[in-house]
């Protein structure tokens, strides 16, 4: 039983340094496209669409899943000389803490993507049936 009362604090301040970290992360980065997807509404014929403006540099893809996102997420960027498409797998990591085990999850994929030159490009994200699937995607500079 105190093992049990000492636990769930350290968890909880586990929780919130990891929280303080990625809101950090988040305001020193330079993120040029964001789409939190969790509403069918956001889907045209189960497909999200949109377009942004970038310049020449390398990026990254960055997801924020959960074990109910989409199991595959196929992301399609088209510019006026830029084609990109990947067909990203969401990947459940184990993690076992001697007393605990629990999962983190990401996308495996090809994150790192390059552009040529500024440009328009419009973005297709197709979540392959799961529209429900809650996710955020972010590409960032990086």
């Known amino acids: 039983m105190n093992k049990k009362i000492i636990i769930i604090p350290i968890v909880l301040i586990i929780v919130v ?3 303080s970290f990625n809101q950090n992360d988040m305001k020193n980065s330079n993120v040029v496209f ?5 509403d069918p509404d956001l889907y045209r014929n189960g497909i999200y669409s949109n377009t942004f403006t970038v310049n020449k540099g390398n990026y990254l893809f960055r997801f924020v899943p959960n074990g109910d996102s989409p199991q595959s997420l196929t992301i399609l960027l088209k510019g006026e000389n830029y084609n990109f498409s990947e067909n990203f797998k969401l990947k459940g990591i184990l993690h076992q803490t001697g007393i605990s085990e629990y999962y983190t999850w990401d996308y495996d994929g090809q994150k790192v993507i390059s552009i040529p030159a500024q440009q328009v490009i419009a973005i297709e994200i197709n979540p392959n049936g799961n529209e429900l699937g809650p996710v955020s995607v972010d590409i960032i500079e990086n």
């Open 17 to 19: 340094i990891v929280l």
């Open 34 to 38: 964001h789409a939190t997807l969790a």
